[in-house]
T-cell receptor, first 111, second 111 residues
Framework: QKEVEQDPGPLSVPEGAIVSLNCTYS??????FMWYRQYSRKGPELLMY????GNKEDGRFTAQVDKSSKYISLFIRDSQPSDSATYLC???????????FGTGTSLTVIP | DTAVSQTPKYLVTQMGNDKSIKCEQN?????MYWYKQDSKKFLKIMFS???????INETVPNRFSPKSPDKAHLNLHINSLELGDSAVYFC??????????FGQGTRLTVV
């Protein structure tokens, strides 16, 4: 069993829809939770990160962490065709010696 | 002013050859990583260095040898390349457990 599980999709939504992306994890030592966006043939780009439980909002993006359920989410409001990419969740412990990634969810936003 | 840069971007080589990938970061980060991304987009840690010292060495064949001449550089040398080594290799750096910055990747194809 992988330490981080993520539904690979693919996910296809119409422009303007609200998108929900999720990951679950098993390691209770994870304290930092990140979401990356990766366009085709590019490197992963950090969208946002959260420390411990709680919510964080940045423009159209909201990240939620529920450590009691070992469940994290990323919500994208008013989705745009430019949001079409693979979204990867990632987690780390306090050491930062490595980042554990989910398998990524492929998202397509249809104009 | 690319923060994490890798060379080459594409590498096509024959089985049995030896090749190197170079990585440089200008962010002043102490920790650098090599990740391998397979065809299903899963990012798996290979090596992690902190201030030129190896701190993570996952179950990677010993044909893969990282070298960190200084904390801004982390190179990856691969001996006796095999078909299964074909993947995208990403270099990353970080200064905290909350975020890692990735290079654009090196797409290695072994024929």
């Amino acid at each position: 069993q992988k330490e981080v599980e993520q539904d690979p999709g693919p996910l296809s939504v119409p422009e303007g829809a609200i998108v929900s992306l999720n990951c679950t994890y098993s390691n209770s030592a994870f304290q930092y939770f990140m979401w990356y966006r990766q366009y085709s043939r590019k490197g992963p780009e950090l969208l946002m990160y959260t420390y411990s439980s709680g919510n964080k909002e940045d423009g159209r993006f909201t990240a939620q962490v529920d450590k009691s359920s070992k469940y994290i989410s990323l919500f994208i409001r008013d989705s745009q065709p430019s949001d079409s990419a693979t979204y990867l969740c990632a987690m780390s412990t306090n050491t930062g010696n490595q980042f554990y990634f989910g398998t990524g969810t492929s998202l397509t936003v249809i104009p | 002013d690319t923060a994490v840069s890798q060379t080459p971007k594409y590498l096509v080589t024959q089985m049995g050859n030896d090749k190197s990938i170079k990585c440089e970061q200008n962010l002043g980060h102490d920790t650098m990583y090599w990740y391998k991304q397979d065809s299903k987009k899963f990012l798996k840690i290979m090596f992690s260095y902190n201030n030129k010292e190896l701190i993570i060495n996952e179950t990677v064949p010993n044909r893969f040898s990282p070298k960190s001449p200084d904390k801004a550089h982390l190179n990856l040398h691969i001996n006796s390349l095999e078909l299964g080594d074909s993947a995208v290799y990403f270099c990353a750096s970080s200064q905290s457990p909350s975020q890692a910055f990735f290079g654009q990747g090196t797409r290695l194809t072994v024929v």
